[in-house]
Nanobody, 125 residues
Framework: VQLQASGGGLVQPGGSLRLSCAASGLTLDDYTIGWFRQAPGAGREAVSCVDSGNVRKWYADSAKGRFTISRVDTKNTIYLQMDSLKPEDTAVYFC???????????????????RGQGTQVTVSS
């Protein structure tokens, strides 16, 4: 099983990035999928999740109104559109998949079933 995230980079404050996560070895439409991030010296933070039925979407308060999660199960790919980026959004972002519908709210210690290696997002002028 592999979750490969891409799309990170260096962007100025106020800019946008679109992260992608391509899955292989599992069928994403069976899973709740999500994006997490981890800044240097900080713990894992849930950013956004969407359930297997693509019905319920969850966003961290810091992401509401700026980030949009989507999934294209026919492509086995998930996306995170990030707009109005701020320096505090700087982190390694990784995608994850789990059978639990509470993936994003299960706490930092929750053992995520599948996670990718991550892509660096740096917001700086």
């Amino acid at each position: 099983v592999q979750l490969q995230a891409s799309g990170g980079g260096l962007v100025q404050p106020g800019g946008s990035l679109r992260l992608s996560c391509a899955a292989s070895g599992l069928t994403l439409d069976d899973y709740t999928i999500g994006w997490f991030r981890q800044a240097p010296g900080a713990g894992r933070e849930a950013v956004s999740c969407v359930d297997s039925g693509n019905v319920r979407k969850w966003y961290a308060d810091s992401a509401k109104g700026r980030f949009t999660i989507s999934r294209v199960d026919t492509k086995n790919t998930i996306y995170l559109q990030m707009d109005s980026l701020k320096p505090e959004d700087t982190a390694v972002y990784f995608c994850a998949a789990d059978l639990s519908p509470n993936l994003c709210v299960s706490g930092r210690g929750y053992p995520i079933s599948y996670r990718g290696q991550g892509t660096q997002v740096t917001v700086s002028s």
